[in-house]
């Protein structure tokens, strides 16, 4: 499979390359030049099978032309080494939970799949060692340090702003050692994702070292999220429901949708798709007024999705060929403010009984307010309540247990490295290593 760049200016590429490259030369975003139809046949059977089972088919229609079958098996098999059950909040409205992975977020599939499938190709071209550079304002960090954490030929540095993750979030990355490396920069994101741009951008660096990025416009991280909607599917028709499904998806870059999306070209009975945002409602606005207004981003509850530009919208608009009305017909949008985040965290708890993320909280809300009679809804509960502890705690007035594997994290040794915000710095530390 060949892919192209959504700017139309960079050659085509690989996988291989597109996976290694990250962003296309031109800044654009890898597309693959064909989504195939997956057989009627895996949909009439699909509520028989494993998760890790339908997962590789679905791999194997994406990138089955790319890797070999029993390596492709073995990365999917790998990196799904947890379940994702669809739980009944009540009546119509299900959550997809995607927190039982190793940092518990949703971000553990695509960070996982992304670290095997980049150690394939080391392995198989026989390339140099690859370093990953990785800005982080928490979740993404984790993820990424625990995807590629022990994994042969490939070495991680995670950027982060000095006091300005929580100490959960801290833990997940700088007790872990190993290929692990945790700069703790004397700054605030935005200047750690500059260090990380200034360097992919720097010629002697580059020359003295392969760098990549992992964030989710990376095709192997945002697409293998497609997997779990499949098994959603399966999980609804199992328990009787095929029947106009809608899947709700709290959004922020846009990465997860997207991954949706490319499961629903592939043939995934979906009906439709809702984004649910938080105060920062750009794809909001472009639904209702087809103009695409990118604001500064705005610090909200639900953090993980306070993007003001989202990268992946440039995949939705690429696939839908930039129709409005196409893009409308399927995905529509909801917004909410904190203070209707709190409402609805408490009320859902209050007459179900199920804690939900300040995340997850707009998807459900996002059902609750917008399913049409004969739907059922499946919003996708992106991170575990107690990842969030304080905030959920104090809003529900009760006590998120902590589950064991967060826990484990805490008892670690912090290791990190000191860094000031000052690019130089950086750079004559990258040389040495
Ligand atoms: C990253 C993240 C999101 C947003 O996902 P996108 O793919 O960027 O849209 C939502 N919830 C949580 C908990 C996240 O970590």
Request: glycine content about 8%; charged content about 20%; overall charge neutral.
């Amino acid at each position: 499979m060949k892919y192209y760049s959504t700017n139309k200016k960079a050659p085509l590429a690989s996988l291989h390359e597109a996976v290694v490259k990250g962003l296309a030369p031109d800044k654009g975003l890898y597309m693959p030049e064909q989504i195939k139809k997956l057989p009627q046949d895996f949909f009439d059977n699909i509520e028989n099978m494993s998760f890790q089972e339908i997962a590789y088919r679905v791999a194997d229609c994406f990138f089955g032309e790319d890797v070999d079958a029993e390596s492709l098996k073995k990365i999917v098999y790998d990196t799904l080494a947890f379940d994702v059950p669809a739980v009944k909040v009540e009546e119509n409205i299900y959550s997809l939970e995607l927190f039982h992975g190793p940092t518990l977020a949703f971000k553990d599939v695509g960070a996982r799949f992304m670290a095997r499938l980049l150690q394939y190709f080391v392995k198989k071209e026989g390339l140099n060692k690859i370093n990953v550079l990785v800005a982080t304002s928490g979740d993404t960090g984790s993820a990424v340090a625990n995807g590629f954490l022990g994994v042969d030929g490939i070495h991680v540095y995670v950027l982060y702003p000095k006091g300005k993750v929580s100490k959960i979030q801290e833990s997940q990355f700088t007790t872990l050692g190993n290929n692990i490396t945790a700069l703790e920069v004397d700054g605030v994101f935005d200047d750690c994702q500059a260090l990380v741009k200034n360097a992919f951008m720097d010629e002697e660096l580059n020359q003295h070292m392969k760098l990549t990025s992992a964030n989710s416009i990376n095709v192997a991280r945002f697409l293998p999220q497609a997997f779990y909607y499949f098994y959603a599917y399966a999980q609804l028709k199992k328990l009787g429901v095929t029947d106009k499904i809608v899947v709700c998806v709290p959004s922020g870059n846009f990465g997860n949708i997207c991954a949706g999306i490319f499961g629903y070209f592939t043939g995934l009975p979906i009906h439709r798709f809702i984004a649910a945002n938080n105060a920062n409602d750009i794809f909001f606005k472009y639904l209702q007024t087809g103009k695409y207004e990118p604001k500064p981003s705005r610090q909200t509850l639900a953090n993980a999705m306070d993007v003001g530009d989202p990268s992946n919208f440039a995949r939705i608009y690429d696939l839908f060929g930039g129709d409005h009305s196409k893009i409308t017909a399927l995905i529509s949008g909801a917004t909410y403010s904190d203070e209707q985040i709190r409402e609805t965290m408490k009320q859902c708890y209050a007459s179900t009984g199920y804690i939900l993320d300040p995340h997850g909280t707009c998807g459900y809300r996002a059902l609750k307010e917008g399913l049409r009679p004969g739907e059922t809804g499946i919003f996708l509960e992106t991170a575990h309540p107690a990842k969030f502890k304080e905030k959920v705690d104090d809003i529900i007035n009760d006590n998120v247990k902590i589950p064991e594997r967060l826990a484990a994290f805490m008892k670690g040794t912090k290791q990190s490295i000191a860094m000031p915000n000052d690019f130089a710095q950086f750079k004559a530390y990258l040389m040495k290593e």
